[in-house]
């Protein structure tokens, strides 16, 4: 198994409270009777890669919904930046700087490529509509903008041919890379992916992990729900493991590869509660 | 009407920039060369084509199933029906006047139920159609005449200058509205207002999730197109001097629907097409008489078989429709 | 109180016109996704071929069968068109449209309802038929000083004995739950083995059915029938669907019933004029605060 480590003795240091760009604080999520994330504490450092693994059903998806404003929190609260952001919506928490992508990809399918990612474009633009009925110089400019921004999107992701190409046409594994594409044209500080490689070839999975690689930056986060754990361990700077609705564990990869509880949730807890005695499941929420 | 013309210009590729050029001169022209029986026919087509634009906005880029169209619609031809004859403001005044009070009252109907989903919205669209005309007919505060409508209404004229009251002056009145109206939508459908609104048709979570406001952008697309329905109510209102209720019913609501789909959704040509189609089809088949509503019918299913994306579907969407799931939460 | 009470009577015999077209609605939209506009025509339709066996058959269907027995012979002959008329309009309107996805369905069937509507009015005219009187039978009761007519009371019985038989029909038997399974996963549902086809064989020959024979009962109830009146059923009828919640069978037989009681409430202690203002509004308060309806189920987004 590969880690990434190459900077984690200087990333460590760095991980104290001003480095965390997205904190949840005893979040709280319930669908009628089913607890789905409960008093889930996580955090997400600034400028790393950090993912949420789990076993299915763990409430992954569920922290990401609520963290990017679709589900409202039953309790607790999400810092990003240190500004509480539960309960606003979506489009607000976008604004704010978090993009993300679906775990079934969610294009807009009839649009072409490029349309895609300018409509990322959407909330840095503030055109309205007399501005755009009478084609305002300001408006026009916008436009361009946009269109800039959008047109070295698609030529990053390398779909510049596709520009013009409905997106419900290309290969599956160009949709994902143009809906990573289209979240980045929202010019976010954190970027939340569900599942990126999911469906994705050995290759096309390489290319995304290179890809994640080479477009983390300093003002750059990057937050993953991830399933292979080649990638996992391959990518994460920092990794937080869920189990029916709470955080079991977190740390670096390393930690996480070798923690007993951990292995205990993958793999079924017999053989482990008694020795370890260290996680007898969850308590009652 | 010349500026139609130059304006696409900039946009459309030459071979339909002939195209365009040739049909403007053909409308421009057909006035001058036709009886006012066709004149007025021509009118109508035209305020079908404004009323077209004006549902394929909220129907056609957003993909909300309104078929409650004509309230807004009469909430148009009954504003300026009812200034005109109790105080007698010009109707040119009352032209943007009756158009806010559309958009006023598409503003305070439509934001409490916007969050609705599908055929839940349609269903509240039908809902409030049926509230207003019901309310036109129960004559609230002696205004709106009860069944009979208001009569009276002054033509559009401009200070005594010019008063439009031939039917090719109305023909002329309502085509270049309906010409400025169109240049306006093509605006939009290029910026990133016209963007926001397809991708809400196409998926409304992503939309939502890649910070398009879907709620304010549905909202708006309601007041812009109860706003245009507005005016096609003043004009219609000035034509006939008279309104009353029965001008705007559910089948009207179903027409303006049906406007949209014959065409094309989101496709401005194609609402064209779709209200000369619903313009004209009763006029050719009025031999048949009595059978010719059957044969409409009959058309509308075979249209659907045969070509379920309308007649002149927009270049680059499809329906932009998948199967959706009667949950109004989720329709996914 | 007692006016009260009768009122109640009254709005639940409209209520029960409601439910029986109503489940037409909702069971064609729980499988289909389809709000099938023809319905209402389909109702009207069977009040128009009611009429012509009470006018035509008189002589017969009375001295053979009795004045009740005419008005059932009446119903059922309705019922049987409708249902071969339903499944008809189905394959030519419907069938070759539904791979085309939703929104062509429902402008056939606006296309569909045109046409039945047109019919209606090539066929008996444009103006209003009258139930002949002397056909329907005309008795007053009064049972604790209420007033009601026998029909009334006829009309409330059969209703509900139609309501249960769809209820038993759709819960407790198996093909009931063929269908059901359908409105909730069509795929999975022919993966079990279901026959589609089946099904909507099933609810295109009883919703029409069922709406013939309400048709009827209305135009005894009121005596006058309309060609449009298909419009103005078909739209309260499925106001009820969504009231109850829409795809849901139950629900929608409530929902009828909870509306021709507000209904006549409404017309009885605020206006007449004004009534039917006053069920659209319901109907869209209800949306705005019950958006699955009053007895549809609160659903999660899955994202």
């Known amino acids: 198994m590969e880690f990434r480590t190459e900077k984690k003795r200087s990333e460590r240091m760095k991980r104290n409270d001003n480095g965390i760009l997205l904190r949840t604080d005893q979040l709280t999520k319930s669908f009628g009777g089913l607890t789905a994330v409960c008093r ?29 404003g679709i589900y409202r929190p039953d309790g607790g609260d999400v810092l990003f930046n240190g500004e509480s952001i539960s309960g606003k919506k979506p489009h607000q928490i976008v604004s704010k700087g978090i993009a993300r992508t679906f775990q079934n990809i969610r294009l807009f399918s009839n649009m072409t490529c490029l349309e895609n990612i300018m409509a990322g474009q959407h909330c ?102 991830e399933h292979d754990m080649k990638v996992v361990m391959e990518i994460s700077d920092w990794v937080t493991v869920m189990d029916e609705g709470r955080k079991i564990a977190e740390g670096t990869p390393e930690e996480i590869y070798n923690n007993p509880v951990v292995i205990e949730a993958y793999l079924g807890k017999e053989e482990f509660s008694e020795e370890e005695g260290s996680y007898d499941g969850p308590a009652p929420c | ?68 169209h004509a309230g807004f619609y009469a909430i148009g031809a009954y504003t300026t029906a009812i200034l005109n004859t109790q105080f007698g403001i010009p109707i040119l005044v009352l032209l943007p006047v009756s158009a806010l009070a559309a958009s006023l009252f598409a503003y305070v109907v439509c934001s409490p139920i916007i969050h609705l989903k599908g055929d839940y919205l349609c269903i509240v669209t039908i809902g409030m159609g049926e509230i207003v005309r019901l309310a036109l007919i129960n004559n609230p505060f002696d205004l709106t005449g009860g069944p009979n409508g208001v009569f009276g209404i002054d033509f559009p004229s401009l200070g005594g200058l010019l008063v439009i009251d031939s039917s090719i002056e109305f023909y002329f009145l309502i085509w270049i509205v309906v010409a400025l109206s169109i240049i306006g939508l093509l605006q939009l459908q290029q910026s990133r207002i016209g963007r926001a609104w397809n991708c809400i048709r196409e998926d409304e979570v992503a939309a939502e999730a890649n910070g398009i406001d879907v709620r304010s952008f549905k909202l708006l697309a309601f007041v812009l197109g109860a706003g245009l329905a507005g005016v ?85 969407g499809g329906m932009g429709f998948r199967p959706d799931h009667g949950n109004p939460v989720d329709d996914k | 109180m007692h006016v009260v009470l009768e009122q109640i009577i009254n709005g639940l015999t409209i209520g029960s016109f409601y439910a029986l077209i109503a489940l037409g609605y909702s069971m064609v939209y729980g499988v289909l996704k389809l709000i099938n506009f023809a319905h209402g025509d389909f109702f009207a339709l069977g009040s128009y071929m009611g009429y012509t066996l009470l006018v035509f058959g008189t002589a017969f269907l009375t001295s053979h069968l009795g004045l009740w027995g005419g008005m059932i012979a009446a119903m059922v002959t309705a019922a049987i068109c409708l249902a071969l008329i339903g499944i008809l309009v189905e394959r030519i309107a419907y069938r070759p449209i539904y791979p085309a996805g939703r929104l062509p369905a429902v402008v056939s069937a606006l296309g569909a309802s045109i046409i039945l509507q047109n019919l209606i009015m090539v066929v008996w005219g444009p103006r209003y038929r009258a139930y002949p009187a002397a056909l329907i039978p005309n008795i007053q009761m009064q049972v604790w000083g209420i007033h009601f007519t026998l029909l009334q009371l006829v009309i409330l019985t059969l209703s509900f004995i139609l309501m249960g038989f769809l209820y038993y029909t759709i819960q407790k038997t198996t093909f009931g739950a063929a269908v059901r ?54 739209l309260k009828a499925f106001t009820a669907t969504i009231l109850g919640g829409i795809g849901n069978l139950p629900g929608a037989m409530f929902g009828g019933l909870i509306l021709g009681v507000l209904e006549m409430m409404g017309a009885a202690y605020l206006s007449a004029a004004w009534k039917d203002v006053f069920v659209f509004l319901i109907l869209i308060l209800v949306l705005i605060f019950r958006p699955t309806g009053l007895f549809g189920e609160k659903t999660a987004e899955k994202v």
């Open chain 1, 40 to 68: 889930l504490n996580l955090r997400v450092h600034r400028g790393e890669i950090s993912c949420l693994i789990g076993p299915n059903g763990a409430g992954k998806t569920t922290v990401f919904n609520v963290v990017t």
């Open chain 1, 124 to 225: 840095r633009a503030s055109a309205g509509v007399w501005s755009s009925v009478f084609g305002t110089s300001r408006q026009k400019e916008e436009e361009k903008r946009i269109r800039d921004v959008a047109e070295s999107r698609l030529r990053l992701v390398g779909l510049w041919k596709f520009k013009d190409e409905p997106a419900k046409n290309i290969a599956y594994g160009s949709q994902r890379m143009l809906e990573i594409a289209r979240a980045l044209a929202t010019q976010p500080k954190l970027l939340v992916l569900d599942e990126p490689s999911s469906g994705l070839n050995d290759r096309e999975t390489e290319d995304l992990i290179d890809f994640l690689k080479s477009v983390l930056k300093e003002d750059l986060t990057i937050f993953i729900i």
């Open chain 2, 1 to 68: 009407m010349e500026d139609k013309k130059t304006e696409e210009s900039g946009r459309i590729p030459g071979s339909r920039k002939n195209a365009v050029f040739g049909i403007v001169i053909l409308f421009a022209v057909f006035p001058f060369i036709a009886g006012d029986y066709y004149v007025d026919i021509g009118f109508f087509f035209g305020i079908y084509a404004l009323l077209g634009l004006s549902l394929n906005i909220v129907l056609g880029e957003v993909g909300l199933f309104d078929l409650g």
């Open chain 2, 232 to 316: 096609a109510g003043n004009i219609y209102a000035s034509k006939l001097m008279c309104v009353s209720p029965e001008s705007f019913t559910f089948w009207e609501s179903c027409l303006l629907f049906s406007i949209i789909l014959i065409g094309g959704m989101g496709s401005i040509p194609g609402v064209l097409i779709g209200a000369a189609a619903i313009s004209l089809f009763p006029e050719i088949f009025r031999p048949f008489a009595m059978f010719r509503m059957l044969v409409f019918g009959a058309v509308m299913i075979l249209m659907m078989m045969f070509r379920p994306a309308g007649i002149l579907p927009r270049k680059r």
């Open chain 3, 181 to 234: 399974a359908s409105a909730l996963d069509r795929d999975t549902a022919a993966l079990m083995g279901i026959d589609f086809n089946k099904v909507i064989f099933f609810i295109f020959t009883l919703g029409p059915a069922l709406g013939a024979m309400t048709g009827v009962m209305v135009g005894m109830y009121y005596r006058q029938i309309s060609f449009i009146m298909g419009w103005n059923y078909g």
